[in-house]
């Protein structure tokens, strides 16, 4: 037994070093089944209907905003930053190595729309904005245990976005559906705001709440309780103006007071109960009927109240409906709106030309998100640098004169970090082990680092324990440590001898951009003379530096 022992165990350790060298060498040059889109995939959106005519106006409004401020405008960024800028945007992460260097085969002038229409092909994208629209359309909050299924909302959402939905149908499906929760992953919109005081009912308050801040970017339930005496809200324009009432918001909700949960085998249905309400400075109870807020005319007279409702909502001409699509869309693009905050855009007042733009262009074309997309990062204000030779102040960002400097959300910390520690693409081809790893440490590292809930556009510093769980935590730890099979640093120490191609690789695999020479040669220096788990040790450490780089957590 002993005797074969001794000879199983360094079969196995050479099995396992080959392996390990298999993985590094098929990712260094080049994985052969990563997914390369063709010419005329890349090239048709771009060629699209008005899609270069339209563009080309959007960047003179840019032009038009930063010659308002004083007319200075940072140069191009180089592609290894719109490429992270990009990834991070559409998949929560930075890039892997493998698709660093499938990116750096590519025409320099093609790599951008290359890198664009890849990801958007990519399952990982449909699962990533699938997850953030969602704390838009049903929160945060884990919602009733028994009526509500987040996971099957979120894999439909994402479902429809793969599908290349259009995005009207998409909200359409949410406000109107009826069924199962479980059978109708759509109606969960619903069935979130359910709750034993609702009775088997959904909650038109705030389900009117949630329709007026994702999908209008109107905070109509500031009208809950009272008239706007501030004189926030204008439901007409500004010749015309119609000042908020409480009656506007309880017209809303109104359309949502017959949905219930009549019957658990047949889920959710419409009874039409009327909705009554007892308005500030009244007595007794008003039977309130639905109405909307503004654009009447374009509300269908005939049909079920939620039915009704979304087509209004989603009507092509409902420019509230495709503004409030283009802010937050924009937002996930830049971290940041371009009208804040995100679900606010005033209907009276000027917005930025460029949010029309898109908004027109976004509902003349299917309200379709992709081509939306494309659009943006197509614009010069994605394609700027975050840096400038002059002094970059607020109002340069506001205007979009540099890209603006964010710091990464609590998911796209996690999501570069687990991706920075592997050579592969962290995707649907990964391993099952390896996706169920990565999802329970990610979860783990999220409620330790803290979450922005809904309000995740919101600004805010970075905070002493998160910088600790960065520096100490066991999450890094364990990413940096000596693992042969499970983590990048040793793989590229055992497999890549040269220190300088070594240093190179890393700062594509984290940063996913060229080191400087300073930055060659000082980590360089460090790793020299280093064989063995002295030399991956040592690798470790300079991944945990970059890592704890304010360069890594910010966006720019």
């Given at each position: 037994m002993n005797r074969k022992r001794r000879i199983l165990q360094p079969l196995l350790m050479l099995s396992v070093v080959l392996v390990g060298a298999g993985v590094v060498v098929a990712t260094l040059n080049g994985r052969p089944d990563i997914r390369r889109p063709k010419d005329k995939e890349i090239e048709e959106p771009y060629r699209a209907s008005n899609f270069q005519l339209n563009l080309a106006i959007a960047n003179k409004h840019l032009l038009a905003m930063a010659d308002a401020v004083d007319g200075q405008r940072a140069p191009q960024a180089d592609n290894h930053a719109i490429a992270r800028r990009l990834s991070l945007a559409l998949v929560g992460s930075g890039l892997s190595l493998e698709e660093m260097r499938a990116f750096s085969e590519v025409a320099e002038d093609r790599q951008i729309q290359w890198l664009t229409t890849y990801l958007l092909e990519d399952r990982r994208w449909s699962d990533y904005f699938a997850e953030r629209l969602s704390r838009a359309f049903v929160g945060t909050n884990d919602g009733p245990f028994l009526l509500?299924?987040?996971?099957?909302?979120?894999?439909?959402?994402?479902?429809?976005?793969?599908?290349?939905?259009?995005?009207?149908?998409?909200?359409?499906?949410?406000?109107?559906?009826?069924?199962?929760?479980?059978?109708?992953?759509?109606?969960?919109?619903?069935?979130?705001?359910?709750?034993?005081?609702?009775?088997?009912?959904?909650?038109?308050?705030?389900?009117?709440?949630r329709t007026s801040r994702a999908f209008l970017a109107q905070r109509i339930d500031c009208l809950q309780c009272h008239d706007d005496f501030l004189g926030d809200l204008n439901f007409g324009s500004a010749e015309s103006p119609v000042d908020g009432r409480q009656e506007h918001f309880h017209s809303l909700a109104a359309f949502y007071s017959g949905t219930a949960l009549a019957n658990p085998f047949r889920g959710i249905c419409e009874d039409k109960q009327t909705y009554d309400f007892e308005y500030l400075g009244e007595s007794e109870m008003t039977r309130v009927e639905p109405a909307v807020p503004f654009a009447p005319e374009l509300l269908p007279s005939e049909g079920k109240p939620r039915v009704r409702l979304a087509a209004w909502v989603t009507h092509p001409d409902n420019r509230a409906f495709a503004r409030a699509t283009v802010n937050r869309i924009w937002a996930l693009m830049f971290s940041r709106p371009l009208v804040a905050p995100v679900d606010n855009i005033p209907l009276d007042e000027s917005v930025p030309p460029i949010m029309d733009l898109l908004a027109a262009d976004f509902a003349a074309h299917g309200f379709d998100l992709k081509r939306l997309i494309r659009m943006i990062v197509e614009t010069d204000a994605f394609r700027r640098d975050s840096r400038a030779d002059f002094e970059v102040t607020e109002d340069h960002e506001l205007a979009w004169s540099v890209f603006p400097v964010t710091q990464l959300r609590p998911e796209q910390v996690s999501g570069s970090l687990f991706q920075a520690c592997s050579l592969s693409a962290m995707d649907s081809t990964s391993p099952i082990l390896t996706r169920l790893k990565v999802f329970g440490d990610g979860q783990d590292f999220l409620r330790n680092f803290g979450d922005r809930g809904e309000d995740e556009f919101e600004s805010s510093a970075v905070t002493i324990p998160q910088r600790l769980l960065l520096m100490n935590g066991n999450l890094v730890s364990e990413r940096t440590k000596v693992d042969l099979i499970g983590n990048a640093s040793t793989r590229i120490a055992q497999m890549v001898q040269d220190d300088q191609q070594a240093v190179e690789l890393t700062f594509l695999s984290v940063l996913n951009r060229s080191p400087s020479?300073?930055?060659?040669?000082?980590?360089?220096?460090?790793?020299?003379?280093?064989?063995?788990?002295?030399?991956?040790?040592?690798?470790?450490d300079v991944y945990w530096a970059i890592i704890n780089s304010t360069e890594f957590s910010w966006n720019h």
């Open positions: 509500f299924r987040r996971r099957k909302f979120n894999a439909w959402l994402s479902e429809q976005l793969r599908d290349d939905v259009s995005y009207n149908v998409i909200v359409r499906e949410m406000l109107s559906a009826e069924g199962l929760w479980t059978d109708k992953p759509e109606v969960n919109f619903v069935t979130a705001t359910m709750d034993e005081a609702n009775e088997g009912r959904g909650d038109p308050i705030r389900l009117a709440g020479l300073v930055e060659v040669e000082a980590f360089s220096k460090y790793l020299h003379g280093k064989s063995g788990d002295d030399r991956s040790r040592a690798m470790g």
